[in-house]
Each structure stands twice: as C-alpha cells, then as structure tokens.
C-alpha cells in the first residue's frame, strides 16, 4: 500500500503521490511516542446494504409524500445506519494502540491521546481505519507516516489523506487528522530510585517477595547449582509442591485461571515436606475438598472453542486444554468453573473468533516460567482476576437471559476481603507513594526485597471495570 502525503481540501487527488514513494529502510524507534488521533471526515458508508435499504425506504416515502403532501412540518429524519469506524496503529506489524469505535459516523471524532514504549524497527507509523461490523471489521482505509519525518523530534499535526487497498482514497476528501511526536530513550527523564515504568494500570509495589521456579515439577538433584551474592546458594523450589500446600492452607478463597486446567493433575509427585489431610488428592478432588470446608473455589479456565462436549459432537480440541472435561468434573459441586474466551475483545468479531480458533493448528513448544508473588503485588494480581471474573460471568450470563430466572448484572461469587477485619487489604483511601507499608513482606534493607510491578497486555473486551476512556485510565 502506498504512503500517504498530507492532504488538503484544496488539493486533487492527483496532485498526491501514491506509488512514487520509494521504500524505505526499517530503522530502531526505541524511545516514546505521542500520539494524537483527532478525527476523520468524509468516510465511506461501508454498510452498504443498509444504506441501499435506506435509500429504497427514502425513495418510498418520498413519492408517498408527493401524493399526499401531509403533515409536513412533523417529519422525522430517523437515524442513518452507516460506518462504525476506528482507528488502530501499528508499528513494525505490531499493533500499539487503539481508538474507541464511533457509532454511524462517517466524520468521527476521537480526540484520543496515547502514549506508547517502543523498542521496534520500522520505517513506517500505520494508522489503521476500519469500520467495525458484527461479521468482522472492513478495511476503510490506511495513513502511513515514513518514521524519518518525525525521528528528529518534530512534532506532526496535520490531515491526511486515507488510501484503501487500492492506493486510492475511498472518497475524494477521506482523510484523517492526527499527530505524532517521537521521543527518543535517552531523552526521556529516567524514573529515579527504581520508580518502575510510567503510565501502566498497575505501579511499582514496594516491600514485596517472589519466588523463581524452574519448572512447574523438577525431580530431585537434576538441577545445577547456583551461587549467589554473599556466599548464598540458591534454593530450589517445587511450583506444584507449594501450590498444593497454598490450597490447602488456604481459609477463605482459592482462585485459579489458566489455559490448562486438568482436573486429574497430581500436583505432588516427588514431596519434600509432609502433606495435611487432602494433600495426597488429583486437582480437581483437592478443590472440591476445600470447597465443602467453605473456601471460596472459583476457576476461570480458557475455552478451547475447537473442543466439544455435548450428545452430538465430542472432540478434545486442537490445543488439548481438558476444559470441556475440567467444566464437566466440577459442574455439580460447589466450585464455580467459566470457561472464558480466548479473544474477548469487543473489537473482535464473533465471526473472526471462531475463524481464528479453527484456523490455527497447535503451538510451537515454549518454556513457561513460574513465580510466587507475595506482598502488595499479589493484590494487583486479585484484581486483575476480578476483573477477568466479572467479564467472564457476563458473557456466561448472556446465554441465559431469556430464561424465567431473573438475569442479575451482578455478580456475588467473589469475595469482598476488605469487609473482613482479619484479612489485610489495601487502604481505599490512602494511598502512599511507596504503597500501604501494612501489606509489605519485607523491608528495604532485607536481602530478599523485592520491587514489583505487574504488567498485563488487555482492554475492555476482557475485564470488566478497565477504563473507558484514556482520562478515566490517567485518573486511576
């Protein structure tokens, strides 16, 4: 797709080169960037069937009128049903950024402001206009910024003209208001005193600890030794053996979300320690066992759509998670298993969900990591849970709407720890630079403190209570 050039109402589309731009080369845009999306004008009406409909409607009731030529002075003009664009950006094939979408709008006006890290090669700033339609979004349109027009610094601010697939602009005047300004890394003012990266959901948590692991299970004696600081040698631990322990020592809730839940997982295998009453059950037995001593179990489990598991059609899946098999074991007992999408966006169609879920084949193999995470951080990880839970419940809820049972908006399967006295929770009304120093596991003077700041790749299409607006998100 050719690059676009800025463009005027006063100019032709002749006067703009589209294929006479030559190639450039990828450079490192490591630094920051400021990037203003305004609005657009003269968008195409990409619902065509709709606007054909109404066109025919409009030409109807114009040769009633004609006829009848009454009550003039109370026409209505009823709501157009047109494009539903928005705007995304991409740098180097990665997609940084995303406008909201804008309703029967063929002139939007997004007035949206981002602030993106990058550390990505690229020779161009693509901005992205789509119109976004229940059975997939619809290229309107692109804007390509040639990286080397604003490397030295200069900020941008002007329209430009929007190009289809074609390398012509869908209208005469399509084009799309915007500015960028890059700043490079080493002219961004460093956060002092480990002050962690700016402008996330979550910040740094100071007085925390975490524990490394190599691999969920390792037997006895296969891994080398580690030396550390100050004569210490690394002490390793068993994931599974500790998250056993973890469940059973719990007293008010346990929650658990991943893409694998296997009810029949032995979690000890080689033990270290000696096990409490339980401790020798498969996974799914042991999360009953707590559930019936009044834990709150709740299991938020990602949904395979290529597995199935009904009288007509039973198949493992693709990715061979057990989530069909995981929802079936707990489906009469006291804990809650959701089945949650993979792409939850809104932004991404029911259509393109499915298409993606039956397209792609298995994963290559990777190294997954393992952590424990005490202190304040863990309470960023509740929330985060939280919010993946009621967006979860939500989409569950929506299959039973037209049931006879009242449909709640709300829902009462999590727990409120800050009502109970006993639990330490954060402050909801203060909020000290350091974090509440009541939640710290450990001081800064200890070896073993930890700074932690959890970051999370999502949007409002996963978690329910995400900001709205790029204000609310800068207010929180």
């Keep these: ?31 920051s960037l400021e990037v203003w999306i305004y609005e657009a004008r003269e968008l195409p009406n990409m619902d065509m069937v709709s606007e054909n409909l109404r066109q025919c409607v409009t030409l109807l009731k114009t040769c009633t009128m004609r ?67 229940v059975f997939g979004a619809d290229l309107i349109g692109t804007v390509k910024i ?35 300004e890059f700043r490079p890394a080493e002219a961004e003012a460093l956060c002092k005193d480990g002050g962690g990266v700016p402008n996330t959901y979550f910040p740094l948590r100071k007085g925390g600890m975490v ?41 008010h809730l346990v929650y658990i979300t991943g893409w694998s839940i296997y009810h029949k997982v032995k979690l000890v295998r ?19 066992f707590k559930s019936q001593e009044g834990v709150r179990v709740l299991l938020l489990v990602w949904d395979d759509k290529t597995s199935h598991q009904n009288m007509l059609l039973k198949t493992q899946g693709v990715m061979q998670t057990h989530d069909e098999e995981t929802k079936k074991f707990f489906k009469h007992s006291s804990v809650q298993c959701v089945l949650a999408p993979r792409y939850a966006s809104s932004k991404l169609s029911w259509f393109k969900q499915q298409t993606n879920a039956d397209a792609h084949g298995p994963r290559q193999p990777w190294h997954d990591l393992h952590s424990k995470i005490e202190g304040p951080a863990a309470y960023d990880i509740l929330t985060n849970f939280e919010q993946r839970w009621r967006k979860a419940i939500k989409l569950h809820k929506f299959g039973k709407r037209f049931r006879k049972a009242a449909h709640r908006d709300t829902d009462d399967s999590l727990i409120k720890i800050e009502r109970i006295s006993w639990i330490l929770s954060p402050s909801a009304t203060q909020n000290p630079p350091d974090g509440d120093p009541k939640l710290w596991v450990s001081k800064e003077n200890d070896q073993d403190n ?9 949007d409002s299409g ?14 929180q």
């Design 67 to 133: 006829i009848r030529r009454v009550e003039r002075s109370h026409h209505r003009h009823h709501k157009i049903i047109t494009s539903d664009p928005y705007v995304s950006i991409q740098v180097g094939g990665a997609t940084v950024a995303q406008t909201r979408v804008i309703s029967n709008s063929q002139d939007p006006h997004w007035n949206e402001h981002f602030h993106v890290d990058l550390a990505h090669f690229a020779s161009n700033v693509e901005f992205t206009v789509k119109d976004n339609d």
């Design 146 to 180: 040639p990286v080397q027009n604003f490397l030295d610094g200069n900020k941008i601010d002007d329209w430009f003209q929007v190009l289809n697939s074609y390398g012509k602009p869908p209208k005469p005047d399509s084009a799309l208001r915007l500015s960028i």
């Design 270 to 288: 080689e033990g270290t320690r000696q096990l409490p009453e339980g401790g020798d059950l498969n996974l799914g037995d042991l999360l009953k």
């Design 462 to 475: 996963s978690v329910k209570g995400f900001p709205k607006s790029v204000q609310e998100a800068q207010n």
């Design 1 to 31: 797709m050719a690059c676009s050039g800025r463009f005027n109402r006063s100019e032709k589309m002749d006067d703009v080169p589209l294929n006479k731009i030559p190639s450039l080369k990828p450079v490192l845009l490591h630094g």
């Design 211 to 251: 524990s490394v692991y190599q691999d969920a299970h390792v037997g006895n004696g296969l891994l080398p030794e580690i030396r550390l600081d100050g004569g210490k040698v690394f002490e390793h631990g068993k994931c599974w053996e500790d998250i056993c322990h973890a469940i059973l020592e719990a007293h």
């Design 450 to 458: 930890w700074h932690v700041q959890v970051f999370r790749s999502i």
